[in-house]
């Protein structure tokens, strides 16, 4: 990024991680032995600006496609202002040039262009008031969950079924994210932990202790051993990073704030095939942010 | 070919050819080719505050001698779970490093229930407003937080034609020539009002094009009605140049009215006419040659900065769009400039961030709306 410098992506907490990865550095020399920890700078200028004055509401899911194609829903209309900040959007407008919210579902290439975008009522189903997140399987269809249902799109937007909701391995979770050893992680929020299972039965839990109410989105990170865990904590504005054999916190990444790299409402997270991260941000957050990934240490 | 058809021949040549020097001309004019500064956003400005401090509606920007940026912003509008609201009053080196706060309710004076505006005099003391519907008062500061002056009182104002208080203050501007401070009042008068700058006594005071203030209320601004002849509340801003012209942001009205010092009317601009509710026009800064030749507007309801030639006031070309995204906005409520040409911005409602455009120089402009301005990759 010529003419930009990088920043860490949060005061405070960076200060601290960055002592805390120099005694990691000291001890690795002393042990050869210290804990890597998975490193991220956001990109400010990802993704680029959406057409048409279109504006997001609050984002409640984020996935990525086998294309590391990232994809979003949000809520529109129903989480802006209309009378200030969706003047476009209103019948009959109150603004000349801004803003109007963007289609529901949202699908940018890596470098971070708008390449699809649809959603909403349509014939066949029933659009959910409030969308509450978004999934994309192998062969590209997109899941949107919500109001207690499951609708299946191509990823062009067809609709293709209502699929029947599953229960949750855990009453009331809120992501359910299969590991490729067979470990399924659940999003337990009310109980403030993270549940791994196998075939159906925990296996063991990580109660993330800091903080009122930390799991609300949990993303593995793309080593073939998908060796960390990054739990999107949307009431403390931060992404928690966990060892995934010990499911301990070993790292943490951006603090609350409206600037890049910070965080108001992160609720939804996502890796793609490089290790890069990206959350969505609810509340009044509305954003997709990227964090590049600058490998571990 | 005979004589006569090669004539006409060599005629229709010629037509096409003055048509194609006209498509010229047309395609030139309609792209309208002007001279303005250009601005990118730098993302990275300013710098993390310590504590994970954040902003609330941040709702008053201004710079000192030293290039120092100054904000007042409303940390009891901090949600919970929004993170430590920051102390009101947040001065900022020209780094981006957080280097002064204060602010707040003390001893010897009525700190505003809605803070708004805020600005450093040539004598480096700071002025702030409030626009509480009991907000009739302003306060001055020294640099570093001490009290110095209060005028007028909480819940007291008499109207537009009271000379003790005001009505829900705006903005300030301190004239060092004349050592006057000009009052954007406000949310509850329709009105300029002058004062000493040091004693606070009350010089004069008008409304739109020079009327007496009148606070008949208007009702809901109509972009097809004849132009009102009061402000329409907020009167939002009122800054002098250094030829001698104060411009006052009619922000409902969607008008800019530009003034002699004492009041005499001097000429209008209406900015984006449609624009309803909130209105288009909220603050103005100068770019800082020494003619001040631009003129930088701030609309927060199309979330955009105007660039204007400040003499003619035409407007040259926009920068901004809505959005969470650096270089977006919402609710993009004051502006400023620094000595070396760049743009500092702040947003209320859920924008709630002070931003930096770094001024790149004059170029020729196409565009006369830029959208996003990012650094070039």
Same mark, same amino acid.
């Given at each position: 990024m010529p003419g930009l410098k990088a920043q860490p992506t949060a005061g405070v907490y960076c200060r601290s991680m960055t002592r805390t990865a120099v005694l990691v550095a000291a001890a690795a020399l002393l042990f050869a032995a210290a804990d890597p920890v998975p490193r991220f700078e956001v990109d400010?200028?990802?993704?680029k600006p959406l057409p048409n004055h279109w504006i997001l509401g609050s984002v409640t899911g984020v996935a990525v496609d086998t294309r590391d194609h990232v994809w979003l829903v949000h809520l529109g209309m129903e989480s802006l202002t209309a009378k200030t900040e969706a003047g476009l959007g209103t019948n009959p407008p109150t603004a000349e040039t801004c803003c109007t919210p963007a289609p529901p579902v949202l699908e940018f290439d890596p470098s971070g262009n708008l390449v699809g975008h649809w959603g909403g009522p349509g014939a066949g189903f029933e659009w959910p008031k409030a969308p509450a997140g978004i999934d994309v399987d192998r062969e590209g269809n997109v899941s949107i969950r919500g109001d207690g249902q499951v609708l299946k799109f191509t990823r062009m937007g067809t609709f293709v079924a209502q699929i029947p909701v599953e229960s949750p391995?855990?009453?009331? $979770?809120t992501c359910v994210r299969p590991a490729k050893d067979g470990i399924v992680y659940v999003c337990d929020r009310k109980n403030k932990r993270v549940q791994a299972m196998k075939d159906g039965r925990p296996l063991k839990e990580a109660?993330?202790?800091?903080? $009122?109410?930390? @799991?609300w989105d949990i993303a593995l990170s793309a080593d073939p051993q998908q060796r960390f865990i990054y739990v999107a904590d949307g009431n403390d504005q931060t992404v928690w990073v966990l060892r995934?054999?010990?499911?301990? @916190?070993v790292s943490h990444i951006g603090s609350p704030?409206?600037?890049?790299?910070l965080f108001y409402g992160v609720g939804s997270i996502a890796v793609d095939s490089k290790g890069n991260l990206y959350t969505g941000e609810t509340f009044e957050g509305k954003r997709l942010q990227k964090f590049i990934y600058k490998g571990t240490r | 070919m005979s004589r006569r058809l090669l004539i006409a021949a060599s005629f229709a040549a010629a037509l096409v050819g003055l048509a194609t020097i006209d498509v010229r001309l047309e395609r030139a004019a309609a792209q309208g080719v002007v001279q303005a500064p250009r601005f990118e956003v730098?993302?990275?400005?300013?710098?993390p505050m310590p504590n994970h401090w954040v902003l609330g509606e941040t709702i008053g920007l201004g710079i000192d001698a030293q290039d120092h940026v100054w904000i007042v912003h409303? /940390?009891?509008?901090? $949600?919970?779970?929004?993170g430590p609201g920051a102390p009101w009053v947040l001065e900022f080196d020209p780094a981006g490093s957080l280097v002064g706060h204060w602010g707040g309710p003390g001893e010897g004076y009525d700190w505003p229930k809605s803070n708004h505006g805020i600005f450093i005099d040539y004598k480096d003391n700071i002025w702030i407003g409030g626009n509480d519907a009991t907000d009739a008062h302003i306060l001055k500061f020294t640099h570093s937080g001490k009290f110095l002056m209060q005028l007028g009182h909480p819940g007291q104002s008499k109207g537009?034609?009271?000379?003790?208080n005001f009505g829900r203050v705006a903005k300030i501007f301190v004239d060092p020539r004349a050592n006057e401070a000009y009052i954007a009042d406000g949310y509850g008068n329709r009105r300029v009002a002058v004062l000493d700058?040091?004693?606070?006594?009350f010089k004069r005071y008008w409304g739109a094009?020079?009327? *007496?203030?009148?606070?008949t209320n208007l009702g809901t601004y109509n972009p097809?009605?004849?132009?009102?002849q009061q402000f329409r509340t907020p009167v939002h801003c009122a800054d002098l140049s250094n030829d001698g012209l104060l411009y006052v942001c009619d922000r409902p009205n969607d008008r800019l009215q530009v003034f002699k010092p004492d009041g005499t009317f001097v000429k209008e601009k209406i900015i984006a006419?449609?624009? #309803?509710?909130?209105?288009?026009v909220w603050d103005v800064a100068f770019s800082r040659d020494p003619a001040q030749k631009y003129m930088y507007l701030a609309d927060g309801k199309n979330e955009k900065i105007y660039v204007m030639d *400040? /003499?003619?006031?035409?407007? #040259?070309t926009s920068f901004g769009d809505g959005g *969470? /995204?650096?270089? /977006?906005?919402?609710? @993009?409520h004051s502006i400023a400039t620094d000595s070396k040409g760049n743009i500092y911005t702040t947003e209320t409602y859920q924008g709630r961030r002070l931003q930096k455009f770094v001024y790149k120089g004059i170029v020729s402009v196409t565009k006369t709306d830029q959208g996003t301005v990012w650094p070039r990759r």
């Amino acid at each position: 990024m010529p003419g930009l410098k990088a920043q860490p992506t949060a005061g405070v907490y960076c200060r601290s991680m960055t002592r805390t990865a120099v005694l990691v550095a000291a001890a690795a020399l002393l042990f050869a032995a210290a804990d890597p920890v998975p490193r991220f700078e956001v990109d400010p200028l990802w993704p680029k600006p959406l057409p048409n004055h279109w504006i997001l509401g609050s984002v409640t899911g984020v996935a990525v496609d086998t294309r590391d194609h990232v994809w979003l829903v949000h809520l529109g209309m129903e989480s802006l202002t209309a009378k200030t900040e969706a003047g476009l959007g209103t019948n009959p407008p109150t603004a000349e040039t801004c803003c109007t919210p963007a289609p529901p579902v949202l699908e940018f290439d890596p470098s971070g262009n708008l390449v699809g975008h649809w959603g909403g009522p349509g014939a066949g189903f029933e659009w959910p008031k409030a969308p509450a997140g978004i999934d994309v399987d192998r062969e590209g269809n997109v899941s949107i969950r919500g109001d207690g249902q499951v609708l299946k799109f191509t990823r062009m937007g067809t609709f293709v079924a209502q699929i029947p909701v599953e229960s949750p391995p855990v009453p009331a $979770a809120t992501c359910v994210r299969p590991a490729k050893d067979g470990i399924v992680y659940v999003c337990d929020r009310k109980n403030k932990r993270v549940q791994a299972m196998k075939d159906g039965r925990p296996l063991k839990e990580a109660v993330v202790t800091i903080g $009122a109410d930390p @799991v609300w989105d949990i993303a593995l990170s793309a080593d073939p051993q998908q060796r960390f865990i990054y739990v999107a904590d949307g009431n403390d504005q931060t992404v928690w990073v966990l060892r995934r054999d010990t499911l301990v @916190v070993v790292s943490h990444i951006g603090s609350p704030g409206r600037y890049p790299g910070l965080f108001y409402g992160v609720g939804s997270i996502a890796v793609d095939s490089k290790g890069n991260l990206y959350t969505g941000e609810t509340f009044e957050g509305k954003r997709l942010q990227k964090f590049i990934y600058k490998g571990t240490r | 070919m005979s004589r006569r058809l090669l004539i006409a021949a060599s005629f229709a040549a010629a037509l096409v050819g003055l048509a194609t020097i006209d498509v010229r001309l047309e395609r030139a004019a309609a792209q309208g080719v002007v001279q303005a500064p250009r601005f990118e956003v730098d993302p990275f400005w300013p710098k993390p505050m310590p504590n994970h401090w954040v902003l609330g509606e941040t709702i008053g920007l201004g710079i000192d001698a030293q290039d120092h940026v100054w904000i007042v912003h409303r /940390q009891n509008k901090v $949600a919970k779970n929004e993170g430590p609201g920051a102390p009101w009053v947040l001065e900022f080196d020209p780094a981006g490093s957080l280097v002064g706060h204060w602010g707040g309710p003390g001893e010897g004076y009525d700190w505003p229930k809605s803070n708004h505006g805020i600005f450093i005099d040539y004598k480096d003391n700071i002025w702030i407003g409030g626009n509480d519907a009991t907000d009739a008062h302003i306060l001055k500061f020294t640099h570093s937080g001490k009290f110095l002056m209060q005028l007028g009182h909480p819940g007291q104002s008499k109207g537009s034609n009271d000379t003790e208080n005001f009505g829900r203050v705006a903005k300030i501007f301190v004239d060092p020539r004349a050592n006057e401070a000009y009052i954007a009042d406000g949310y509850g008068n329709r009105r300029v009002a002058v004062l000493d700058a040091d004693t606070g006594k009350f010089k004069r005071y008008w409304g739109a094009y020079g009327h *007496r203030p009148d606070d008949t209320n208007l009702g809901t601004y109509n972009p097809d009605a004849p132009p009102a002849q009061q402000f329409r509340t907020p009167v939002h801003c009122a800054d002098l140049s250094n030829d001698g012209l104060l411009y006052v942001c009619d922000r409902p009205n969607d008008r800019l009215q530009v003034f002699k010092p004492d009041g005499t009317f001097v000429k209008e601009k209406i900015i984006a006419k449609k624009t #309803l509710g909130d209105g288009s026009v909220w603050d103005v800064a100068f770019s800082r040659d020494p003619a001040q030749k631009y003129m930088y507007l701030a609309d927060g309801k199309n979330e955009k900065i105007y660039v204007m030639d *400040r /003499q003619s006031l035409e407007i #040259l070309t926009s920068f901004g769009d809505g959005g *969470r /995204q650096p270089g /977006q906005f919402f609710g @993009v409520h004051s502006i400023a400039t620094d000595s070396k040409g760049n743009i500092y911005t702040t947003e209320t409602y859920q924008g709630r961030r002070l931003q930096k455009f770094v001024y790149k120089g004059i170029v020729s402009v196409t565009k006369t709306d830029q959208g996003t301005v990012w650094p070039r990759r």
